[in-house]
């Protein structure tokens, strides 16, 4: 999650703000002087700075140069209630600043500016008409109804019975047509967390569906983790069911980014649902972190599973996984799989659970109780 300086003197501005970039997922550390912001530029890691140009202390463009300095992947977005033709030529011109934005902030314009930034700093090019079709797309995505969920059976690996489904987003609109769009296109108009509620609200609907006995697992956006009352109203929907609820955190994503994750997770835990980390084996997370979490599933990437029955390297890290898990007291769950080969040797490595094509693609339909590779 990209960690926002905001630095403004306006104290009932700088709340209102704050609020509402967080509210679109972003970490948000707030300063109401230059020498506040020079302070937290020593003590911590910033990726965007929303700052102020008339501000006590050093200014907003000393502010920015300084942080440009110190860390240069980050990047500046430069704010003024009088945004003439010198200040803007300054700012543009300014190797710090990346957007001018006008106060008082309009929210679309601000979420725009900061979403320019994010994109920056990822090294993509995102074109305002590009940035307007795509909010449009999310827009028509909610009013229209065009969001969906598939599910995908998660077998037993002791006796082949259906354990669990993993809800899997899909989208019928013509251009985000499909979860990852959506998803970057939630994450660049400050739309995650009524993203969350869609999901939510339409993974009731599948928990009415499924047996008692059968868990759903329903995937959670890092970004969500930032703001607990956010994440439990949106979740809102799923809190009857809440025993029967696995929330999938991804492992592609750095938790110690998301300043609220501990918090959020604790509240989580204690509204019922349980923990996975997803895609084990693929990307930020550590050690330190699976123990801090105590993920009652960990759910081992695609990428150590594939050709797992001809390489004995991935064989043997695909053990060492499972005795993890065992000693953490969590279920591991090996995902990816797609041949009976594969399958055998996973079962073979220890993990309680299984989930692949080789099982059942995402569909709208539920298996029979019972898997078998004809009804798969």
């Known amino acids: 999650m990209p960690r926002i300086l905001l630095v403004d003197d306006a104290p009932a501005l700088l709340s209102a ?100 930034a994010v994109a920056a ?39 082949g019975t259906v354990a669990a489904y993993e809800a899997l987003l899909r989208s019928s609109h013509a251009l985000l047509n499909g979860p990852l769009p959506v998803l970057t296109a939630a994450e660049d108009n400050g739309r995650l967390h009524e993203l969350g509620a869609r999901v939510a609200e339409l993974a009731q609907g599948w928990a009415e569906r499924i047996p008692e006995s059968q868990r759903l697992f329903v995937n959670l956006h890092p970004h969500q983790l930032a703001d607990p009352d956010l994440l439990l109203g949106s979740l809102k929907p799923l809190l009857p069911y809440a025993a029967r609820i696995v929330l999938e955190i991804t492992e592609r994503s750095r938790l110690d980014d998301v300043g609220a994750w501990r918090r959020s997770t604790q509240r989580l835990v204690e509204s019922g649902f349980s923990l996975a980390i997803d895609d084990l084996g693929s990307g930020f997370s550590t050690l330190s972190v699976l123990a801090e979490l105590k993920p009652a599933v960990v759910k081992v990437d695609q990428s150590i599973i594939r050709d797992v029955d001809t390489d004995e390297h991935k ?47 995402p569909a709208f339909e539920l298996l029979d109780e019972h898997w078998n590779k004809a009804t798969g």
């Not at 300063?31 to 937290?40: F, P």
């Not at 079709?133 to 037993?156: K, M, T, W």
């Not at 279920?331 to 996973?346: D, K, M, P, R, S």
Request: net charge negative.
């Open 315 to 361: 064989r043997r890290l695909l053990e060492l996984i499972a005795q993890f898990a065992k000693a953490t007291c969590s279920q591991l769950v090996a995902e990816g799989i797609e041949t009976e080969q594969e399958a055998a040797v996973a079962v073979a490595c220890g993990p309680e659970m299984l989930q692949g094509y080789y099982f059942g693609r």
């Open 17 to 116: 703000v704050a609020e509402t970039l967080r509210r679109a997922g972003f970490d948000v550390v707030p300063a109401k002087d230059g020498y506040e912001a020079v302070r937290l530029i020593e003590e911590q890691h910033f990726d965007i700075a929303v700052v102020d140009y008339d501000i006590p202390g050093p200014s907003g463009l000393d502010v920015l140069a300084l942080i440009s300095a110190k860390f240069p992947n980050c990047v500046g977005v430069r704010a003024s209630g009088a945004l003439d033709l010198e200040i803007a030529l300054r700012a543009v011109n300014h190797g710090s600043v990346a957007q001018v934005v006008r106060k008082p902030y309009r929210r679309a314009e601000l979420l725009d500016a900061v979403a320019a």
């Open 121 to 159: 700093r990822q090294g993509r090019t995102l074109e305002p008409a590009e940035h307007r079709a795509n909010r449009e797309a999310l827009g028509e995505c909610f009013s229209e109804d065009l969001l969906s969920l598939a599910v995908q059976p998660i077998i037993n690996a002791g006796d």
